[in-house]
């Protein structure tokens, strides 16, 4: 697919934005980050899995500039329903979706990363949204970021149209780690393995509630984890985790009870 490669392996997905040398969000980019991860979800019996990355020097400095600076009104609005189209595609991916940023995640790109579940980012990346530089405010999945940093930071990042290295991203819960630019490969692999060698069935459960949790109030929340709980034995996935993990412990004391 022009400008995004797809490559499966092993229960995971791996979609790269391939638009060197930013990864520049065109519409047909943001149409086609939207199409593959929905093709995703409808064929995701064997999927545990997915990482969205970018090639080159960047995950992506934004959505292009040039495309939106002669919208009018209608255009204008069409423009950011497809980006909100896609990001929620990502969001609404039934496995969880780990972020790879490095060099640059700004504007839109960041609003996209904001739809994956965990994001992973080199030590220099760059995350910001710099919307208000170029006359327009940043909307739709911006939204989510005072969830994750707070209110004051929202506004710096906002308001200011800031932007903060991936330590402080980490510090502030942008990001969920900032690792040398040289261990982001392995980070990223070390994550995307942990996910796959959990108990599937549990893991889609966990990632559905917490996209409920974001929307309902805390009541509702705490019935419907109650009811995900139960229905979770409709399979035998449980008893076979807790026999896997019981099993481990009795293996684990016989160990270290004949070590002498």
Same mark, same amino acid.
């Given at each position: ?24 969000? *065109? ?48 255009? +204008? ?16 991916? &039934? ?25 992973? +980012? ?7 949204? &710099? ?11 911006? #939204? ?76 509702? #929340? ?5 009811? +995900?709980?139960?229905? #979770? ?10 026999? #896997? ?12 009870? *004949?070590?002498?």
């Amino acid at each position: 697919m022009t400008d995004l490669v797809v490559a499966c392996a092993d229960g995971v997905a791996r979609v790269t934005l391939d638009r060197p040398p930013l990864n520049i969000l *065109t519409p047909a980019l943001i149409d086609a980050v939207g199409s593959v991860f929905r093709d995703l979800a409808r064929d995701a019996a064997g999927l545990r899995a997915v990482v969205l990355a970018g090639s080159g020097r960047a995950f992506s400095a934004g959505v292009d500039v040039q495309a939106m600076r002669d919208l009018d009104v209608p255009r +204008a609005r069409a423009l950011i329903g497809r980006l909100h189209a896609a990001i929620a595609a990502v969001r609404e991916c &039934p496995v969880p979706v780990v972020a790879r940023l490095h060099g640059h995640a700004l504007g839109g790109a960041l609003e996209l990363s904001l739809g994956a579940d965990l994001r992973l +980012a080199a030590a220099s990346c760059r995350l910001g949204m &710099p919307e208000i530089e170029v006359g327009i405010p940043s909307v739709i999945e911006a #939204a989510l970021l005072p969830g994750l940093v707070g209110w004051g930071r929202t506004a710096e990042l906002l308001l200011l149209g800031r932007s903060v290295e991936a330590p402080e991203a980490e510090r502030w819960g942008l990001v969920n780690r900032a690792v040398p630019d040289d261990a982001l490969d392995g980070e990223v692999d070390r994550w995307v393995g942990r996910l796959a060698a959990l108990p599937p069935g549990a893991l889609r459960q966990q990632k559905a509630l917490l996209g409920h949790w974001r929307r309902i109030d805390l009541d509702s #929340a705490i019935a419907l984890s109650m009811d +995900a709980f139960a229905r #979770a034995y409709a399979s035998d996935e449980p008893r076979r985790a807790m026999q #896997a993990f019981l099993d481990r412990g009795r293996t684990d004391h016989s160990e270290r009870a *004949t070590d002498p």
